[in-house]
């Protein structure tokens, strides 16, 4: 990118380098916070819907935190970029912790649902700074290593949260789950605010607020669209049209509101950048691959397989064990033979997974299950973090967050379109079959019509895997240059 030159790191950056260790754990205690909530929720429903009632509404708890993390992420990481790391980043901790308390006092479902919102915010600004952060402090020869810390997070989350879920709920109260972020968070906020420093130009700045209304009218409706496409609404229906068309609208006003503005959100730039378009594009098919894997992988081993639930999330464990070890490991084999290599190493690897994953069959055992969310796993971890570092690695200072950002936001655009697409296919096998509807449970569903409608949801996922190679055969060869 011309606009963007890499440089080294300096103590004028992001202060004495002795520092950085209380600050990863600082980002990672962040990062943990979120992580924990994305998990923790699903084992207390029964017990927020026997407090607050609202059963018809629960669905939203899921849905409104995704769409609030999702549509801000852009736009906190250009704010990270004119204002600096550490402001955004404890103001996201600080909104995390602000709607965690909200929702411990909650009192109603509607109320729940809107302070879930609020967490949504902070979760947007926490998870693209953390990571931003991580690419100003430490050289690309460490950042894979570190990101594998961060990885290993949302390895150790998807265990612990709804094991903790679970232990609040059955001996003492729902309403903690959202109360025991408030000493983490707090602990973690302290720490940025006395160890993290950066050294940021003050100067006057014109944010760009007609482009950031935009992007979030116009990224909000196209991810509610998308993700209530089908269920609230049918795809032709008068509801279901005028959200998307509305949504596109507002995108396309979007493009054109940048094209003029002094400090735009999204700079046009990002869009003229190979590196950047193919790595972006490579985080989208993650997103989706991500969310087929997690939503109907655990579903076909309770649904076809009769396993519980807790097997059923051993065998999706599986996929987080694998990422970390592998993203770890990444940072050795890209200094060897530069990030498109190694993330195609990663494609090929996901490949293999998912070409496994459509041979499973009503007479696997679990054991195949998870082996072959494992191998994903591994393909993964060789994959996301060569394309994230890689983006991060040709960008200055100053627009790093953009970067950081824009890639975050194509993974949570990946999983929005993904969970709408896997389950259309899904119902559609099942109507051809005469098997009902497939839903968040295998509940009336026989086994039979169960089977061949996730097995055209693995097809999707395999055929999405191949899109993600293409995307990384398509990056330019850009080594790890200037170890920055």
């Known amino acids: 990118m011309a606009d963007t030159e890499t440089r080294p790191i300096t103590r004028a950056d992001v202060g004495l380098r002795s520092e950085r260790g209380p600050i990863l754990l600082a980002v990672m205690l962040s990062v943990g916070l979120v992580a924990i909530d994305s998990t923790i929720l699903a084992t207390a429903v029964p017990a927020i819907v026997d407090d607050l009632g609202g059963f018809a509404q629960f669905p939203w708890l899921f849905s409104i935190y995704l769409l609030a993390q999702a549509v801000c992420v852009p736009i906190f990481g250009k704010l990270s970029d004119l204002f600096g790391r550490k402001p955004v980043m404890l103001a996201g901790v600080g909104l995390f912790v602000l709607g965690s308390v909200l929702c411990g006092l909650a009192w109603s479902m509607p109320a729940l649902i809107v302070f879930r919102a609020v967490q949504g915010l902070g979760a947007g600004a926490v998870q693209p700074t953390a990571m931003t952060i991580i690419g100003d402090i430490y050289t690309v020869a460490e950042r894979a290593k570190v990101q594998?810390?961060?990885?290993?997070?949302?390895?150790?989350?998807?265990?612990?949260g709804p094991t903790l879920g679970g232990v609040f709920v059955d001996f003492l109260d729902w309403r903690l789950i959202f109360f025991v972020n408030v000493p983490l968070g707090a602990v973690a906020a302290w720490v940025l605010f006395r160890r993290f420093s950066e050294d940021v130009t003050k100067a006057e700045h014109q944010i760009d607020y007609r482009g950031a209304v935009l992007l979030t009218?116009?990224?909000?409706?196209l991810v509610l669209g998308l993700l209530e496409g089908g269920v609230q609404w049918d795809w032709l229906s008068v509801p279901g049209v005028g959200v998307l068309t509305v949504a596109v609208l507002a995108l396309v006003g979007f493009a054109l509101v940048e094209r003029r503005a002094a400090e735009p959100v999204i700079p046009p730039w990002v869009f003229r950048s190979r590196l950047l378009n193919t790595t972006n594009l490579a985080s989208l098919s993650i997103g989706v691959v991500l969310i087929g894997l997690t939503s109907y992988v655990p579903l076909y081993v309770q649904g076809v397989l009769g396993e519980n639930a807790l097997v059923a999330?051993?065998?999706?464990a599986a996929l987080t064990l694998g990422w970390p070890i592998a993203a770890s490991s990444a940072g050795r084999i890209y200094l060897r033979v530069g990030f498109r290599l190694t993330a195609l190493l990663g494609c090929a690897i996901i490949l293999v997974g998912v070409a496994l994953l459509v041979l499973i069959g009503p007479g696997s055992s679990v054991w195949q299950v998870a082996g072959t969310c494992f191998v994903i796993g591994l393909g993964m971890g060789l994959t996301a973090s060569p394309t994230l570092i890689a983006g991060q690695a040709a960008a200055e200072w100053s627009v790093r967050g953009v970067v950081t950002g824009t890639n975050m936001f194509a993974r949570s655009m990946g999983s929005a379109v993904g969970i709408a697409v896997f389950g259309a296919v899904a119902n559609a096998s099942l109507a051809?079959?005469?098997g009902g509807t497939v839903s968040t449970t295998a509940?009336?569903?026989?086994?039979g019509a169960l089977d061949p409608a996730l097995h055209a949801v693995f097809l999707g996922t395999a055929a999405v895997a191949a899109v993600l190679t293409v995307a990384v055969l398509l990056m330019p060869k850009t080594p790890p240059h200037g170890q920055d």
């Not at 999330?313 to 999706?316: I, Q, T, V």
């Not at 509940?443 to 086994?447: F, K, R, S």
């Open 432 to 434: 051809r079959s005469g």
């Open 313 to 316: 999330g051993f065998a999706l």
């Open 217 to 221: 009218v116009g990224t909000s409706l």
């Open 443 to 447: 509940a009336g569903i026989p086994a």
């Open 148 to 160: 594998g810390y961060v990885a290993s997070v949302w390895a150790i989350s998807s265990v612990v």
